[in-house]
């Protein structure tokens, strides 16, 4: 094996310049060239690359987001996209393909391998932490840190208005991020897609913790089926008369920012095992994490299952509750 392609693809992810670095130097140290495609499946079709050098990876383990770039391609989606990607690959002389991202990008490298019959490895960086078969994705930690730093400040400021807040955080369609934000921060509610919203019973809630309080913090997941944090104060006004209430939506201040020293480490470690899989014969996996174990499962298992974050935590979080 003489040369390894690398993409970021998806929604940028803190710890992704950290796993890029680590495949990088474990290729160099390893007599193998590192080849860099920019800005994801968009840069394989342009055939935009650069070899990789150490230089280029000094000083980046620290760095949110990705050197790289990423990109949604929907050119990559159709045949002739893909035609054109593979013609580059083969060009280049790329042995293998190593691409950090989620759940399209791994459909992306799974499809690839299939029709170029290329090794694959797929290694989940999104925020998201929705991708089966890892406890964690890289960047999932920091963003949660991050959303649980903003949650504290915007306590500061509901508990001097005596306000009820609605903070919409993101993760799609799953709930990781909201859950584990909300009990991390105190929330006295969490709203998440994996449990059906009842806007009333929501409202009475908040009417019976709120007694004598001078804040209430409501964590609402943007896949929520009753839809974002306006949408749900919205909804909830008619049932709340009397009480002050504001909305605040995170946003993308969740992907950016340095990556935690466990993202890091996580990052790194996923990098290096990537490419030491792929030299002992290992391809069409992604890399998984199971306590403080690296694994592989099939790019396959991983993306035709779903995710779902430990609903016992909402038990957890329902005995917090005040009851008078």
């Not at 749900?232 to 946003?251: A, D, N, T, V």
């Not at 298992?301 to 609903?311: C, G, Q, R, V």
Request: charged letters at 25%.
């Amino acid at each position: 094996m003489k040369k390894i392609g690398i993409i970021t693809s998806g929604g940028d992810a803190p710890g992704m310049n950290a796993c890029v670095r680590a495949i990088v130097k474990f290729c160099l140290n390893k007599n193998i060239v590192p080849v860099g495609f920019r800005d994801g499946y968009k840069g394989v079709i342009e055939n935009d690359f650069c070899n990789l050098t150490f230089k280029d990876v000094n000083n980046i383990v620290q760095q949110g987001g990705t050197i790289l770039g990423t990109y949604r391609s929907e050119e990559f989606k159709t045949v002739e996209g893909r035609q054109k990607a593979i013609a580059n690959l083969t060009k280049n002389d790329i042995d293998a393909f190593i691409c950090i991202g989620g759940d399209g990008t791994f459909t992306g490298a799974s499809i690839l391998s299939q029709e170029m019959n290329i090794p694959v490895i797929g290694i989940p960086g999104t925020i998201d932490n929705d991708i089966f078969g890892t406890d964690h994705t890289i960047g999932y930690d920091t963003a949660l840190n991050t959303v649980v730093e903003a949650v504290d400040r915007i306590r500061d400021t509901a508990g001097s208005h005596k306000r009820i807040f609605f903070v919409e955080v993101m993760g799609r369609n799953a709930g990781f991020i909201a859950l584990n934000s909300a009990i991390a921060s105190g929330a006295e509610s969490v709203l998440i897609p994996e449990e059906v919203t009842d806007i009333k019973e929501v409202a009475n809630d908040l009417k019976r913790q709120n007694k004598g309080a001078r804040s209430s913090i409501v964590i609402v997941a943007e896949g929520d089926d009753e839809g974002g944090a306006k949408e749900i104060l919205s909804k909830i006004k008619p049932y709340m008369e009397g009480y002050s209430m504001r909305y605040s939506i995170l946003g993308h201040i969740q992907r950016g920012g340095r990556p935690s020293a466990f993202d890091r480490m996580l990052a790194t470690r996923m990098g290096a095992f990537a490419v030491e899989s792929l030299l002992n014969g290992i391809s069409n996996v992604m890399i998984g994490a199971k306590g403080d174990q690296l694994l592989t499962l099939s790019i396959h298992e991983a993306t035709h299952n779903l995710a779902k974050p430990d609903m016992s935590k909402l038990e957890v979080l329902h005995n917090l509750r005040t009851s008078n």
